[in-house]
């Protein structure tokens, strides 16, 4: 038997394969022991070689069901946007039939309604100038009547409302063209302030002079000088006035800053401010998108009177209960 000789680090440097000894016959099995074991490894005897390209082909090549999964994921996004789009698409097409079919409805129901607002408006001139109850009557029948068709109306604090014989100042959050139409269903015979331009709608703007709305010139200073002094002598005379103390509607939601007119008319004649906050007009009939309707719900929150004689003060404790009120309902406050 041949003796195994130790390798010297020259020698072990040199080649990584193991020295046998000089047995030719244990230098052969030593040889082939190795390149056995070196081939399992993918490696060659002569030396470390790199792979041939066909085992790098085999390897880098890139798998067909990953590129398949690849494809069908996309294609499922793709599928899903296309859905939600189309879903959306549906949806708009169903806000808009909703609109057109809600002034359908409420100018039909106008029609018939003011025939009787004109047949009974001389014996309201002679016995109810001012408070105009008969009017109101009927209008709160015309709202309720139109909205009853389209959206789900709650109504929250109605034990906070005055008697209808009793002058208040009313004031609320403007959010929607659906703002008049819930508060009419109050039943209270407050007046509104609205823009000249309104009383030229046929029917609807021929029924609020009737009602006794306060028309305003917005840009006239001396327009509005007179607006106030005018709800000064209708709440002096026994009427109530319903501001919407942010001006305009709220084109993002979020309640604006609130004009003192309102609360200067209530410091003025003594009467209560009567806070209210409405709730979801904003997102069934946006601001600035009057032709659509979206279903969904509204609420109106009726708040307990206020009283004072700063007009500054009854105006920050007004804001604040509205604006609370919101803010727990997911709105927001500028």
């Not at 097409?93 to 100018?107: D, K």
């Not at 209808?164 to 609320?172: D, G, K, L, T």
């Not at 306060?214 to 006035?241: E, H, T």
Request: aromatic letters at 8%; hydrophobic letters at 45%.
């Amino acid at each position: 038997m041949g003796t195994l000789l130790r390798p010297g680090p020259a020698a072990a440097a040199a080649s990584p394969i193991p020295v046998a000894s000089s047995s030719s016959a244990n230098h052969a099995v030593a040889v082939g022991v190795g390149a056995r074991s070196l081939r399992y490894r993918g490696l060659s005897v002569g030396g470390l070689r790199s792979p041939s390209p066909q085992v790098l082909a085999t390897r880098w090549r890139p798998r067909r069901d990953t590129v398949v999964r690849s494809d069908v994921v996309a294609g499922g996004a793709a599928a899903a946007a296309g859905d939600s789009t189309q879903a959306l698409s549906d949806l708009q097409v169903a806000s808009r039939v909703r609109g057109v079919c809600f002034y359908l409805v409420t100018a039909v129901a106008a029609i018939f309604l003011f025939v009787a607002m004109v047949a009974v408006h001389p014996l309201v001139l002679l016995f109810d100038r001012y408070r105009r109850r008969a009017q109101h009557y009927i209008a709160k029948i015309w709202a309720t009547l139109t909205i009853s068709m389209f959206y789900k109306l709650e109504v929250e604090g109605m034990e906070n409302l005055p008697p209808n014989n009793s002058p208040a100042v009313y004031v609320a959050n403007h959010q929607s063209f659906l703002d008049i139409y819930t508060l009419l269903t109050l039943g209270r015979c407050f007046k509104f302030i609205s823009k000249t331009s309104i009383f030229m709608f046929p029917i609807i703007g021929w029924a609020m002079y009737l009602l006794g709305v306060i028309p305003l010139r917005r840009m006239d200073s001396r327009s509005q000088l007179d607006c106030l002094k005018r709800c000064v002598d209708l709440v002096g005379k026994g009427a109530s006035v319903f501001f919407f103390p942010e001006g305009t509607r709220s084109r993002d939601g979020k309640l604006g800053v609130f004009k003192r007119g309102a609360f200067s008319v209530a410091t003025k004649t003594g009467a209560p401010v009567i806070p209210i906050t409405l709730i979801g007009t904003g997102k069934l009939m946006p601001s600035g998108m009057e032709g659509i309707l979206n279903s969904g719900s509204v609420k109106v929150i009726i708040h307990r009177p206020i009283q004072g004689n700063n007009a500054e003060t009854l105006c920050s404790e007004a804001r604040n209960v509205i604006a609370d009120t919101l803010l727990l309902h997911g709105y927001g406050v500028h």
